[in-house]
């Protein structure tokens, strides 16, 4: 399947099991995670660029990427950035590879989650590399709420809930941010 250039929010194509074929550059925002999606994105002509950023999750929910490198100078930024604050089952997988052919290019892939359950959150970045790139990177991290900071909220009168969803939310914009300085 060939995915126009462009800009989309919350695609369709995020859900299921695809191959997607990118010859320009595509710029996601998926604000809520399918459930189960499995995706194989190949980059396949030189400057072409795949760039997602996840929002948030259901629950429960599986999410499997592979992002191929075939050509030179390619770019991929993959940014997840997750609140849990219920007992989650949270499994995000990413393999990117640089092939042989793909000198010169870039991949970052970012994983963050944020709550009080992350026991059952599992987010695995992987990077293979067979060429030079100019950039390689991936990362992960999951904590919880800071206690001072929800005790400086709630003694400014808002009550535990409301300090949380202020605190996620900045989470959020933070990594938006983020995805957005990166993409340029």
Known sequence: MFIKSGSYHNPTWLAGKK?????????????????????????????????????????????????????QKTKSILVSSL??????????????????????????????????????????????????PQIAAHATTAGHFDEKQLVYLSERGLPKDTAQRLLAAAFLDHWREKFFTLVK
């Open 19 to 71: 191959t997607l074929n990118i010859t320009g550059i595509v710029i996601a925002v998926c604000e809520n995670l399918p459930k189960n999606s499995e995706l194989k994105i190949n980059l396949k002509k030189s400057g072409a660029g795949f760039y997602l950023l996840l929002a948030n999750s259901n629950p429960k929910t599986n999410f499997n990427i592979s992002i191929n490198h075939f050509a």
């Open 83 to 132: 609140i849990s604050k219920q007992p989650n089952e949270i499994n995000i997988r990413a393999l990117v590879t640089l092939g042989p052919r793909a000198n010169g290019s870039q991949t970052i892939t970012e994983f963050h989650t944020l709550g009080e359950n992350t026991e059952k959150i599992l987010q695995e970045p992987k990077l293979e590399i067979h060429s030079t």
